[in-house]
């Protein structure tokens, strides 16, 4: 070796770092340490190496586990979506989501041979556009009949859906519309038909009557196409109707006119998707979960690409807060005029306490017509998007007047509520019916069923639903606990109330007067009273709303624990509550629809016990 070279070996080896070829001048720079960025997020990952030359692909944080994706990394927002946005290791965690991964479902697979034929159809809205002729669709050979039991069909101006199951087609390629023999001609504003809940036809310009007279059509067959959306401004018929929203969770209820992809996004954010189906109704109630206390939230709905709101919601606190509560009964009337009322009160919550419709019919789809035609009234519809909407049943929404647990057709009658509402829950595993609770801002509802078990096995309520009416009064922390019933509690009511089972009214009134804070509410009479009824613990007070919109009854006579009575109008009862005072305060106010305030009861908390 030269010695030439030795010399300038040992230079190289002899000086300070910063004489090193390739390497800067500042010390600082070349100490720092950096990842690679290849998103240019300012999260690198991979081995660390030395940062010397600034903005050439390097982060001096590390932690990116997706390194493409510039809206991936530690410290972004986690969405539901599938994605582990915020790189913990978990996707889809704390944010509201629905449970079921975020990812869009695929439409439900077609069946082999198509089963199901819905069809819709809007009668022309003149006097005489409507028919009281029999109805039929037919294709190919087979037909059926157009008929909802307990329901008058085609009248003028409304919109009717037909589920007709059991088809077991080849193929739809064409489909017919007949009606009877006489000269009743049917005048049809828009048809729509949905095979297996796909759309096949629709089409909402028809120049035709269809009947057996002059210029009418006996058997009306177009050709299939899907010219309209329709037979509405919108896919979404119905909703979205705000149901039990919880500190952590929220209920949404939604119907579509056919089995249509629907998107629902919170605060800008996928949360989930559904694809309502005939069996259904189209109906389909959205559950969001992960959820914070107190927290508003704003959400809008794609119906395909028809996008619907922004709606909004404020979930209730896990603390004691102050609570305004609406609550009534029985609109026999299409009269709007109580929910307009109820409206411009401003509850956060409104409770139907039972006989939300008139129905009295053993048949589903008549249930199911009279839920479509009773929600979509635009009054109606606007107080449930806007509070929080628990509803119990009572006689005339069960299956018939005064009717019990004895009734052949109460579980088809309790598949059509559940699809109608959007409570938190209807029964138990084990047990059916429509009872369940709401809970928030230190305030319990207790809805009961008081028809399902009704007699069944000399009760009420039945052994099962009673205990865990008990239990679950008993378990929760509560300040005021809101016991819901259709049927009066009063132990001097008439027929068709908690007084026709004195043995369980005795027991289930003494045991809920040993629990602080309980309050009993209730409807069904044709009146607005107050009422203190004697038990074994404390004086229960007992609140009635009634009616939202029928005839007014008398007020009783006599009665020992009547304090107040009104009749003679519509009413509903709206409840001021303030847990959080030295000494908690409920404020109930009988409110006259059209009248306004009529009476009040101020109920301390100190007098629950």
């Known amino acids: 070796m030269r010695r030439g070279v030795v010399w300038n070996l040992l230079l190289a ?9 390739g390497v800067p001048d500042s010390a600082a720079t070349c ?11 300012g999260w690198g990952t991979g081995p660390a190496r030395p940062d010397c030359t600034p903005g050439a692909g390097l982060a001096a944080r590390d932690g990116d586990c997706d390194d493409t994706r510039r809206d991936v990394g530690p410290d972004v927002p986690e969405r539901c979506d599938g994605i582990d946005q915020d790189c913990d290791g978990a996707r889809d965690e704390g944010v509201p989501g629905d449970g079921a991964g975020c990812a869009d479902p695929p439409a439900p697979e077609a069946p082999a041979r198509p089963g199901t034929i819905s069809v819709t159809v809007q009668t022309d809205g003149g006097f005489l556009d409507g028919t009281l002729e029999p109805a039929s669709v037919c294709v190919g050979t087979q037909c059926r009949t157009l008929d909802i039991p307990d329901w008058l069909d085609r009248l003028p101006g409304a919109t009717e859906t037909y589920h007709l199951d059991g088809w077991n087609l080849d193929a739809v390629d064409s489909f017919a519309l007949r009606t009877g023999s006489g000269r009743d001609g049917w005048n049809l504003a828009c ?20 009947g057996s007279g002059r210029g009418e059509t006996a058997s009306w067959s177009p050709s299939l196409s899907v010219d309209c959306r329709g037979c509405g401004p919108s896919p979404l018929t119905h909703g979205p109707l705000l149901g039990a929203v919880t500190p952590h969770a929220a209920r949404l209820r939604i119907r579509t ?18 694809w309502p189906r005939p069996a259904d109704d189209f109906a389909h109630v959205f559950v969001v979960e992960g959820l914070s206390p107190a927290t508003r939230y704003t959400y809008e709905l794609e119906a395909d690409d028809v996008i619907e709101g922004p709606f909004s919601f404020t979930t209730p606190s896990e603390d004691p807060a102050p609570l305004r509560l609406a609550f009534g009964s029985c609109t026999l009337f299409d009269d709007e005029e109580a929910f307009t009322a109820i409206r411009a009160w401003a509850p956060d919550v409104f409770v139907f306490a039972g006989d939300s419709h008139y129905g009295e019919t053993d048949s589903r ?5 009279h839920y479509r035609a009773a929600q979509a009234r635009p009054a109606r519809a606007a107080l449930f998007r806007e509070a929080v909407t628990l509803a119990t049943w009572d006689d005339h929404d069960f299956t018939g007047n005064n009717d019990a647990g004895d009734e052949a057709a109460k579980a088809e009658v309790l598949e059509a509520f559940t699809e109608a509402w959007a409570n938190a829950s209807y029964g138990l595993p084990d047990v059916p019916g429509v009872f369940g609770t709401w809970e928030g801002d230190g305030v319990q509802i207790v809805l009961l069923d008081d028809r399902y078990w009704r007699g069944v096995d000399g009760s009420i309520l039945g052994s099962a639903q009673e205990d865990w009416l008990l239990a679950t009064v008993a378990a929760s922390p509560a300040v005021f ?10 132990r001097e009511g008439a027929d068709d109330s908690w007084a026709d089972w004195p043995l369980a009214q005795d027991r289930v009134l003494d045991a809920l007067s040993g629990i602080p804070g309980v309050v009993l509410l209730d409807g069904d009479v044709h009146r607005a009273e107050f009422r203190a009824v004697p038990a074994l613990g404390y004086t229960l007070p ?52 059209g ?15």
């Open 481 to 490: 606990h809101l016991v819901v019933s259709g049927s009066q509690w009063t």
């Open 13 to 21: 080896a002899c000086a300070p770092d910063s004489a090193k070829v």
């Open 595 to 609: 009248g306004g305030l009529v009476d009040t009861w101020e109920i301390r908390a100190s007098t629950l016990r």
């Open 257 to 274: 006119d056919a089995m249509r992809r629907v998107r629902l996004r919170v605060d800008g954010a996928h949360v989930a998707t559904a």
């Open 191 to 210: 048809v729509q038909v949905a095979v297996d809940g796909r759309p096949v036809y629709c089409g909402d310009a028809l120049p035709v009557t269809v």
């Open 31 to 41: 100490a720092s340490v950096g990842y690679a960025d290849a998103d240019g997020d």
């Open 542 to 593: 007992a609140l009635t709303s009634s009616p939202l919109s029928n005839i007014g009854g008398g007020c009783p006579e006599g009665d020992s624990d009547l304090l107040a009575c009104h009749t003679g109008a519509n009413y509903f009862m709206g409840l001021e509550i303030d847990p959080t005072a030295d000494d908690p305060v409920l404020v109930a106010q009988i409110l006259e629809v």
């Open 365 to 369: 789809d008549a249930h199911r017509a």
